[in-house]
């Protein structure tokens, strides 16, 4: 289950709750824990990104991370067409 991240509107108060993706808005419809007052909305926080152009390559091509896990991955396919599409694709 995912982390929500909540605000009261009055006090400013900051809260975390584990929750079901189904249930995420339902802190906003209980008072604060901190007041008592009934503006609690949920943060929403930005997740990095990168530029993408319209064939889809990433701009800044990340070290490691996926392109490690590709790397390991490909060792079934070794001499295959697959092994040329990845490589060229990701530029491993």
């Keep these: 289950m995912p982390f929500y991240d909540y605000k009261c509107d009055k006090c400013e108060h900051l809260w975390e709750e584990m929750l079901k993706i189904k249930d995420h808005k339902k802190p906003e ?25 319209t064939e889809m390559r990433v701009t800044n091509r990340a070290k490691g991370g996926f392109r490690d896990a590709m790397q390991k991955s490909l060792s079934g396919i070794k001499g295959t067409k697959a092994e040329r599409y990845w490589k060229n694709r990701y530029g491993l």
């Design 29 to 53: 419809k209980k008072p604060c824990p901190n007041c008592g007052q009934k503006a609690v909305k949920q943060i929403i926080l930005n997740a990095p990104s990168c530029a993408v152009d």
